[in-house]
C-alpha cells in the first residue's frame, strides 16, 4: 500500500537557519505529493505541492522537488521565522494531478526560536 | 470566503458514552471529509462524500461509528459506544470536486477517559 515516512521531530532552530524536513514515500505509478502545515490550533492547510517527477513546489519561502529515483520530495526554506513555528505533513495522493485519497506522514514539529 | 465549520472544538467524555461532531464546509464544495488524528500520527480518513452519497468508508469502525451528510451541506459523525482509543482530532475538510485541494477545519479534539 501507500505511505509516506517523513523525519521525526521535534525540529528546534534558531530564526534564519536553514530547514530541511524528510520526506520519503511509496506509492505505485505516478503520485501527487503534497506538504501541509497545522499552526497551534488551526486546521491543516496547503503550503506545497508537485504533481510529476522533477516538479518544484514552492511557497512562502518553502521549496520542494518531486524527486522519483529517490521517492523523495524533501522540504527546505532557507531561513527559518519564528512564524513558521508549526507541525508539517508531508502527504500523496496515487492519484496524478490530484488531491483525492491523500495518505499523510506522522507529521514534524518545527519550533524556531528568536 | 468563510471556511470549514467545526464544532464542539473540544469535548471530554467517559468511555461508553456517545458524542456527535458536526461540520458546515465551504459553500458550494461538493466533497466533504472526516479524518482521525491520534496524537503524534498523521490524519487518517474515515469517510469521504461527494454531495449527500458515501463514496469511501473503507477505514469507518462502523461498529460504532457513523456519518451522515443530510442535504449534501452539513455532516454529522457519531461514536456510540466510545472507547478510550478514539482519543484523537476528528478534522473535517471540504473540496470543490473530489479532486482539488483540500480545505480543512480546526477539528474537534475529543477526550475518552
Known amino acids: 500500500g501507500n505511505s509516506v515516512t517523513q523525519m521525526e521531530g521535534p525540529v528546534t532552530l534558531s530564526e534564519e537557519a536553514f530547514l530541511t524536513i524528510n520526506c520519503t514515500y511509496t506509492?505505485?505509478?505516478?503520485?501527487?505529493l503534497f506538504w501541509y502545515v497545522q499552526y497551534p490550533g488551526e486546521g491543516l492547510q496547503l503550503l506545497l505541492k508537485?504533481?510529476?517527477?522533477?516538479d518544484k513546489g514552492s511557497n512562502k519561502g518553502f521549496e520542494a522537488t518531486y524527486r522519483k529515483e529517490t521517492t523523495s520530495f524533501h522540504l527546505e526554506k532557507g531561513s527559518v521565522q519564528v512564524s513558521d513555528s508549526a507541525v508539517y505533513f508531508c502527504?500523496?495522493?496515487?492519484?496524478?494531478?490530484?488531491?483525492?485519497?491523500?495518505?499523510f506522514g506522522s507529521g514534524t514539529q518545527l519550533t524556531v526560536l528568536p | 470566503e468563510a471556511g470549514v465549520a467545526q464544532s464542539p472544538r473540544y469535548k471530554i467524555i467517559e468511555k461508553r458514552q456517545s458524542v456527535a461532531f458536526w461540520c458546515n464546509p465551504i459553500?458550494?464544495?461538493?466533497?466533504l471529509y472526516w479524518y482521525q488524528q491520534i496524537l503524534g500520527q498523521g490524519p487518517k480518513l474515515l469517510i469521504q462524500?461527494?454531495?449527500?452519497?458515501?463514496?469511501?468508508d473503507s477505514q469507518l469502525p462502523k461498529d460504532r461509528f457513523s456519518a451522515e451528510r443530510l442535504k449534501g451541506v452539513d455532516s454529522t459523525l457519531k461514536i456510540q459506544p466510545a472507547k478510550l482509543e478514539d482519543s484523537a482530532v476528528y478534522l473535517c475538510a471540504s473540496s470543490l470536486d473530489g479532486v482539488g485541494e483540500q480545505f480543512f477545519g480546526p477539528g474537534t479534539r475529543l477526550t475518552v477517559l
Open positions: 459553500s458550494g464544495h461538493a466533497t
Open positions: 508537485a504533481t510529476k517527477a522533477d
Open positions: 462524500f461527494q454531495n449527500n452519497g458515501v463514496v469511501d
Open positions: 506509492a505505485t505509478g505516478y503520485p501527487s
Open positions: 502527504a500523496l495522493s496515487p492519484l496524478p494531478g490530484s488531491a483525492r485519497q491523500l495518505t
